[in-house]
C-alpha cells in the first residue's frame, strides 16, 4: 500500500514539475492546412510610351527616349539637344548646329556631375569629368536614351557623378542587308552627309554587322562677332 502510494505521489510530483516547466507556444500559421489550393500570380507592368517618350514605373525619376522620338529630331544635332525636351533637362548649344559643342544640365547640376554613358562605357573627360556634346555618337545610330534624373546609382560606372546619368544604346545590326543614305543642308553653308550599311546575316549563326560614317561642315554665325 505504501508503495503503490508512493509511486502514485512521485508520479503526480513529475506531471507537476513538467506542467510548470513546459512553456506555452502560439499555433504556427504556417502549420496551419488549407482545404483550396490558393496560386499566386504576377503580371508585368507594361509602360506605354507616347510620342516616344516613356516614364517607367520606378522609385526614381526616369525618361525614356526612343528611336521613334530621335528619328523626329534636326539631322545631326546632339543626342543631349534631343533629351532637352524632358523636364529637368536643360541643354543649350553654342550654335544652331551643335558643331561648337554646348552646355547641359540636370535639375540644376553641370554636366561634370551628370554620368553619360554610350552603352555603358563612360563619355565622362577623365581629368574634369566634362562632357563634349558635339564629340557624340551619330543619332541614326542611337536606339533608346535612359536619363536617370535622381541620385546616381552606386553601381553607375562613374567617378563623380551626383546629378544623375545619361545612357543610350545603339542599335543592333539588322538581320537583312540594307543601307542608309542622309543629305541635309541649311544655312551658314551647313552640309552633313551620312551613310550606313548593313551586312545581314554574315553566318547562319547570326553574325552580322554595320558601318557608318558621316560628315558635318558649316560656319559659325558668331565668327563676325566679338
Do not use: C
Not at 30 to 35: M, Q
Not at 80 to 102: C, E, H, R
Not at 113 to 135: C, E, K, M
Amino acid at each position: 500500500m505504501r508503495l503503490n502510494l508512493a509511486m502514485s505521489t512521485a508520479s503526480n510530483l513529475a506531471i507537476g514539475l513538467a506542467a510548470i516547466s513546459t512553456p506555452a507556444f502560439a499555433q504556427s500559421t504556417g502549420s496551419i492546412d488549407f482545404d483550396k489550393e490558393i496560386v499566386v500570380t504576377g503580371a508585368r507592368s507594361t509602360v506605354q510610351a507616347v510620342a516616344g517618350i516613356s516614364a517607367p514605373d520606378t522609385a526614381k525619376s526616369k525618361a525614356v527616349l526612343t528611336s521613334e522620338n530621335i528619328e523626329r529630331q534636326n539631322p545631326g544635332q546632339t543626342i543631349l539637344d534631343t533629351i532637352n525636351q524632358i523636364p529637368g533637362v536643360s541643354f543649350q548649344n553654342n550654335d544652331a548646329y551643335g558643331s561648337s559643342g554646348g552646355t547641359l544640365n540636370i535639375r540644376g547640376f553641370s554636366s561634370d556631375r551628370v554620368s553619360l554613358t554610350f552603352d555603358g562605357v563612360p563619355l565622362n573627360d577623365s581629368g574634369n569629368y566634362a562632357i563634349y556634346s558635339n564629340q557624340q555618337v551619330d543619332p541614326e545610330l542611337i536606339e533608346q536614351v535612359n536619363v536617370n534624373l535622381g541620385t546616381t546609382d552606386v553601381d553607375s560606372p562613374t567617378a563623380s557623378a551626383a546629378g544623375g546619368t545619361v545612357n543610350y544604346r545603339t542599335k543592333k545590326p539588322d538581320h537583312d542587308l540594307g543601307a542608309l543614305l542622309s543629305f541635309s543642308i541649311g544655312e551658314y553653308d551647313f552640309h552633313r552627309y551620312f551613310a550606313k550599311i548593313e551586312t545581314g546575316d554574315i553566318t547562319s549563326g547570326g553574325l552580322r554587322a554595320y558601318f557608318s560614317a558621316s560628315k558635318a561642315v558649316n560656319d559659325n554665325p558668331f565668327n563676325n562677332y566679338g
